[in-house]
C-alpha cells in the first residue's frame, strides 16, 4: 500500500480559539504519526478565521518538536507572499534543527483576498508571475554548493536542504514541476476537474534534475470517516456549509454539525454543494477504503494526502485512526486526544 498522509488546516471551529486550534494541530501530529502516517503539512492562509495555519515555518517548528519520526512540512508556503531568501533561511533552519524530517511545499497562490495579500508582500510589482524564477532563486540557496560563494546566500542555507515540493490545481504548475524536476502535489481536494490532465502533463514534462530522478506524485483528497456512513454524513457537514459560504465571501468559523443541520439549503445551493463535494470521500472505512484505492488506480499516484475538515479533534483523530487499520497502517486504534 502506498503512504498515506495528513494536510492540516489548524482549523479554528465555533466555541473554539486560534490556541487551542494550534494545541489541536499539535496533538493530531503525535496520533498520526503513532498511527504511521508519512508526513503531516500544514496550509498558509491568511484572513479566514476558521485557520490558524497562518504562518506554517513557526508551527511546522513546534510540530517537529512534538514529534520524532514523522515527516512535517508547509502544504504549503504560497511563494508570493514572501522574499525566496527569507523562506530559504526559515526552512533551512528548520532542516538544521530536524534533519531529514521537514518538507517545503510551495504554491503561487496568495492563499488570501486581494487586499490582503497586498499587505503581505507590499510591492505590487511582485506577484504569482515571477514564481517559477522565485522557485529557482529558493532552492539555489538550499542545495549544496562545492565550492564557498561569493554571491548572495543564506545562512542557514546550502546543504541544509529540506525535500521541496511544488503545489498546483492547474496544469500550469503541473508543468513547471515537472520542468524542474520536483515531487508534485495535486489539489484534488478542491480542483478535481484537473486532475487527470494534471498529473499527465507533469509525468510527460519531467526532467530529472539533482532534487529528483523520477517523477513523483501526490494527490490530496478531502476524507472524513466514522463507523457508519450516516455518522460521517452527520460530521461533514460543516465542511459543506462552510465550502458554501465561502462561494458568498463569508470566511467565519468552521461551524458545528447542529449549525449545518439547521441550514436550509435552496435548490440552486443543493446544487452547487453536490458539484462541489462530489470528489470528497465521505463514509465508513470500507467505503473511504475504496474511494481511496480507487483514486490510487486512476493516478497511479505514489502518494495520498488526506484533508479532514471537521468540527472537533475527536472526530478528526477517530478518520484518521479508522483509515490508518483499513489501510493496515496500524493494528491497535490510537489513543484519542488528551
Not at 515531487?183 to 484534488?188: E, G, H, M, V
Not at 461551524?255 to 470528489?279: C, D, I, M, V
Not at 486512476?298 to 484518521?320: F, G, N
Amino acid at each position: 500500500m502506498i503512504p498515506l498522509s495528513v494536510l492540516e488546516l489548524a482549523t479554528v471551529a465555533t466555541g473554539s480559539t486560534p490556541a487551542q486550534a494550534l494545541r489541536e494541530t499539535t496533538e493530531l501530529a503525535v496520533v498520526a504519526e503513532r498511527l504511521g502516517y508519512e508526513r503531516l503539512w500544514v496550509a498558509e492562509h491568511h484572513g479566514m478565521m476558521a485557520v490558524a495555519s497562518s504562518a506554517p515555518a513557526v508551527v511546522i517548528a513546534h510540530l517537529a518538536d512534538a514529534t520524532t519520526r514523522i515527516r512535517v512540512g508547509a502544504g504549503g508556503v504560497m511563494l508570493p507572499n514572501h522574499a525566496p531568501l527569507v523562506i530559504a533561511e526559515q526552512f533551512a533552519t528548520l532542516e538544521a534543527f530536524h534533519p531529514g524530517r521537514i518538507d517545503l511545499g510551495l504554491g503561487r497562490a496568495p492563499g488570501s483576498d486581494v487586499r490582503t495579500a497586498r499587505a503581505l508582500r507590499r510591492d505590487a510589482h511582485l506577484s504569482a508571475n515571477s514564481f517559477p524564477d522565485d522557485v529557482v532563486e529558493l532552492i539555489s540557496y538550499l542545495v549544496p554548493h562545492d565550492e564557498p560563494t561569493t554571491s548572495l546566500f543564506a545562512t542557514p542555507g546550502s546543504g541544509y536542504l529540506p525535500e521541496v515540493w511544488l503545489l498546483g490545481s492547474s496544469t500550469y504548475s503541473a508543468q513547471l514541476a515537472g520542468m524542474l524536476g520536483l515531487p508534485f502535489s495535486f489539489a484534488y481536494h478542491f480542483a478535481p476537474d484537473l486532475l487527470d490532465a494534471a498529473i499527465s502533463l507533469y509525468r510527460s514534462t519531467f526532467r530529472p534534475s539533482i532534487l529528483l530522478e523520477r517523477p513523483h506524485v501526490m494527490v490530496a483528497a478531502s476524507v472524513l470517516c466514522a463507523p457508519t456512513s450516516g455518522e460521517a454524513a452527520w460530521l461533514a457537514g460543516p465542511s459543506a456549509l462552510s465550502v458554501l459560504l465561502r462561494r458568498t465571501g463569508q470566511f467565519g468559523l468552521l461551524p458545528s454539525p447542529e449549525e449545518a443541520k439547521a441550514y436550509r439549503y435552496n435548490e440552486e445551493e443543493r446544487g452547487y454543494l453536490e458539484q462541489a463535494t462530489a470528489s470528497h470521500l465521505v463514509g465508513d472505512p470500507q467505503r473511504v477504503r475504496e474511494g481511496l484505492l480507487t483514486l490510487q488506480e486512476r493516478t497511479q499516484a505514489d502518494e495520498l494526502m488526506l484533508s479532514t475538515r471537521a468540527h472537533s479533534l475527536e472526530a478528526r483523530v477517530s478518520s484518521l485512526s479508522l483509515i490508518a487499520q483499513s489501510w493496515g497502517m496500524t493494528d491497535e486504534s490510537a489513543p484519542g486526544p488528551r
